[in-house]
T-cell receptor
Framework: DADVTQTPRNRITKTGKRIMLECSQT?????MYWYRQDPGLGLRLIYY???????NKGEISDGYSVSRQAQAKFSLSLESAIPNQTALYFC???????????FGSGTRLTVV | LAKTTQPISMDSYEGQEVNITCSHN???????ITWYQQFPSQGPRFIIQ???TKVTNEVASLFIPADRKSSTLSLPRVSLSDTAVYYC???????????FGGGTRVLVKP
């Protein structure tokens, strides 16, 4: 099993719908992150959480919300999806020792 | 967060050494330099991290001059499977809020 699992892998949804992307990890890391990647571009940070009771906005949090249900689970929600939220979404984890991020395989989201 | 600048793309051939230089003029005292590799439709993968001088692992070497305003990732004897985008990131070792730039797209040709 992958260390960081994202579900679903692919999703097509309609404008205005609410959608949740889920991330779970078996690394035992306290820190979790959601990134967004648009075609040909680098990753941009949406939200991050350093422990279960900690939630922080990243550089592009508008239109998104998150929930840290447990140390191992961090979900990203689009309350009312819009077409420019079409992108590849990645969840990542890290520990406090700085051994690098571990990324999931991504969720490809298309909003039509 | 320190901004990084790296070439948009580089071409190489199998068996050659590839060196990618990243500029980070505003690097802070507590910042580390980390490189990631990303294949299409996959999440980035940690390659190497360093603070100063030289770091080497089974995949790559990282050269950091004394002023730490730049760094060079060296990939020895690349193969076709090394074709990917390589990101240079600068930040605290714990990886707080890493900012990814556009990366360097490396194409390895036969």
């Amino acid at each position: 099993d992958a260390d960081v699992t994202q579900t679903p892998r692919n999703r097509i949804t309609k404008t205005g719908k609410r959608i949740m992307l889920e991330c779970s990890q078996t690394k035992g890391h306290d820190r979790m992150y959601w990134y967004r990647q648009d075609p040909g571009l680098g990753l941009r940070l949406i939200y991050y959480s350093f422990d279960v009771k900690d939630i922080n906005k990243g550089e592009i949090s508008d239109g998104y919300s998150v929930s840290r249900q447990a140390q191992a689970k961090f979900s990203l929600s689009l309350e009312s999806a819009i077409p420019n939220q079409t992108a590849l979404y990645f969840c990542a984890t890290s520990d406090q020792q700085g051994d690098g991020y571990t990324f999931g395989s991504g969720t490809r989201l298309t909003v039509v | 967060l320190a901004k990084t600048t790296q070439p948009i793309s580089m071409d190489s051939y199998e068996g050659q050494e590839v060196n990618i230089t990243c500029s980070h003029n505003n690097i802070a005292t507590n910042d580390y330099i980390t490189w990631y590799q990303q294949f299409p439709s996959q999440g980035p993968r940690f390659i190497i991290q360093g603070y100063k001088t030289k770091v080497t692992n089974e995949v790559a070497s990282l050269f950091i001059p004394a002023d730490r305003k730049s760094s060079t990732l060296s990939l020895p004897r690349v193969s076709l499977s090394d074709t990917a985008v390589y990101y240079c990131l600068v930040g605290e070792a714990a990886g707080n809020k890493l900012t990814f730039g556009g990366g360097t797209r490396v194409l390895v040709k036969p």
